[in-house]
């Protein structure tokens, strides 16, 4: 049976990545075949992928017949279907706050991607705009600032234990360091450490390795 996964190295279909081991799924599905792209390559538009995701982003997910794209509907459809304990279903007590941190996870991830165009992929004679970086920077502090207020001191997202949620957000606590040091946030700091000690978060490392996209630690607000 297909079981393919279209992918770039610690973007967002890391998420999908870290559910598919979490789960266990190529236990069941058998292997998982990733097809790896390079960020906004043209092999991205020239591939099938155009064909699973009206946008061309990755994640894109093909289980035999089923094509998905947009991993917040990859992960909710992935655990419904095969992991309802990582997942929320409706009527329980716990389902608004899993909903809403899976979408605002996308709230933040756009921010950072917003600020991945700007500091990473332009390039002169394209100019960056100091002011719209300042803008996102702060935009992208207050959802970090929100999700430390969601926190508690010990546990994940949800008081019920590990869940989607934690996967979708806990994504964006990789790329998030390279624009806003995350030390001012230390239920956060605290919860970034534990995520990633999971042992699937370690295999979903290994398998990526060394990051290739920052070619720095951290890309401070440029001066006006
Ligand atoms: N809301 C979508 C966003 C997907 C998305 O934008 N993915 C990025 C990588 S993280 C992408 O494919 N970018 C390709 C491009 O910008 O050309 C999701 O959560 O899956």
Same mark, same amino acid.
């Given at each position: 049976?297909?079981?393919?996964? *279209?992918?770039?190295?610690? &973007?967002?279909?890391?998420? !999908?990545l870290? @559910?598919?081991?979490?789960?266990? =799924?190529?236990?069941? $599905?058998?292997?998982?075949?990733?097809?790896?792209?390079?960020?906004?390559?043209?092999?991205?538009?020239?591939?099938?992928?155009?064909?699973?995701?009206?946008?061309?982003?990755?994640?894109?997910?093909?289980?035999?017949?089923?094509?998905?794209?947009?991993?917040?509907?990859?992960?909710?459809?992935?655990?419904?279907?095969?992991?309802?304990?990582?997942?929320?279903?409706?009527? *329980?007590?716990?389902?608004? &706050?899993?909903?809403?941190? !899976?979408?605002? @996870?996308?709230?933040?991830?756009? =921010?950072?991607?917003? $600020?991945?165009?700007?500091?990473?992929?332009?390039?002169?004679?394209?100019?960056?705009?100091?002011?719209?970086?300042?803008?996102?920077?702060?935009?992208?502090?207050?959802?970090?600032?929100?999700?430390?207020?969601?926190?508690?001191?010990?546990?994940?997202?949800?008081?019920?234990?590990?869940?989607?949620?934690?996967?979708?957000?806990?994504?964006?606590?990789?790329?998030?360091?390279?624009?806003?040091?995350? &030390?001012?946030?230390?239920?956060?700091?605290?919860?970034?450490?534990?995520?990633?000690?999971?042992?699937?978060?370690?295999r979903c490392v290994a398998r990526e390795?060394?990051?290739?996209?920052?070619?720095?630690?951290?890309?401070?607000?440029?001066?006006?």
């Open positions: 049976m297909t079981f393919k996964l *279209h992918h770039v190295q610690y &973007a967002r279909s890391f998420r !999908i870290w @559910a598919i081991e979490e789960i266990g =799924l190529q236990d069941r $599905l058998g292997p998982l075949e990733v097809i790896e792209y390079q960020i906004g390559s043209p092999e991205m538009r020239e591939s099938t992928l155009p064909q699973i995701s009206p946008a061309v982003r990755i994640p894109a997910l093909e289980i035999g017949d089923l094509k998905i794209s947009e991993s917040g509907a990859i992960m909710e459809y992935l655990l419904e279907t095969y992991a309802p304990d990582l997942g929320r279903a409706p009527g *329980h007590a716990e389902r608004p &706050a899993y909903l809403q941190w !899976i979408h605002y @996870a996308e709230t933040m991830g756009s =921010l950072i991607e917003n $600020l991945n165009l700007q500091m990473v992929f332009l390039r002169p004679p394209a100019k960056a705009s100091p002011v719209v970086i300042k803008m996102t920077v702060a935009r992208l502090r207050a959802a970090l600032a929100g999700l430390e207020a969601g926190l508690r001191d010990e546990g994940y997202l949800l008081p019920g234990g590990f869940s989607g949620a934690d996967m979708m957000l806990g994504f964006n606590l990789f790329a998030a360091p390279f624009y806003v040091d995350l &030390a001012q946030f230390p239920k956060l700091s605290a919860y970034k450490a534990r995520v990633e000690r999971r042992a699937a978060f370690q390795g060394e990051q290739r996209f920052y070619a720095q630690d951290f890309y401070p607000v440029p001066e006006a």
